[in-house]
């Protein structure tokens, strides 16, 4: 009996994340495909190089998400500029343009095209 007390402690302690997991929004790549695809193509590029239509006429160049210092930021760091935007830039901040959701979509979908990798200058 003491055992089962145990293990099913342990089944709540494992779970629970879980269950406060599934009552985020839903996060994907696909989703942050379309979101990329309508307000980001224009000036980073189909593939995230920073070669969109719009680039060009930019002072400031859009960043190409696959150069090394961009691979080694966290979703956080990528999340915080979409949100926020980034000073003396044409990369405007989408609070209020874009949902969370849309923004950890997008997010997801970057590091998609340029997954993430540890940089050391
Ligand atoms: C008007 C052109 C433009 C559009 C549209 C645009 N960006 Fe940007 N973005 C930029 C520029 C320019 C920079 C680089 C700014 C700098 O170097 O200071 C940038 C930087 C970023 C960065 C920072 C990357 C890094 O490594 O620090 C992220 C993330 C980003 N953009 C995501 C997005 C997403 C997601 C969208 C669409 C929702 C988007 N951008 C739309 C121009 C744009």
């Not at 269950?19 to 593939?47: D, F, I, N, R, W």
């Not at 859009?62 to 500029?81: C, Q, T, V, W, Y």
């Amino acid at each position: 009996m003491k055992h089962a007390a145990i293990l099913f402690s342990f089944i709540l302690i494992l779970g629970l994340p879980l269950l406060a997991q599934s009552q985020e929004p839903e996060v994907s790549p696909q989703k942050g495909e379309a979101v990329y695809k309508t307000h980001c193509v224009g000036c980073h590029g189909l593939h995230g190089k920073g070669d969109g239509p719009d680039a060009a006429k930019l002072i400031v160049p859009p960043i190409n998400f696959h150069r090394p210092e961009s691979r080694a930021k966290s979703e956080m760091d990528l999340r915080g500029a979409i949100i926020w935007g980034l000073a003396f830039s044409p990369m405007h901040g989408w609070w209020g343009k874009l949902s969370g959701e849309d923004m950890r979509s997008v997010t997801a979908y970057i590091r998609q095209l340029a997954p993430y990798e540890p940089f050391t200058p």
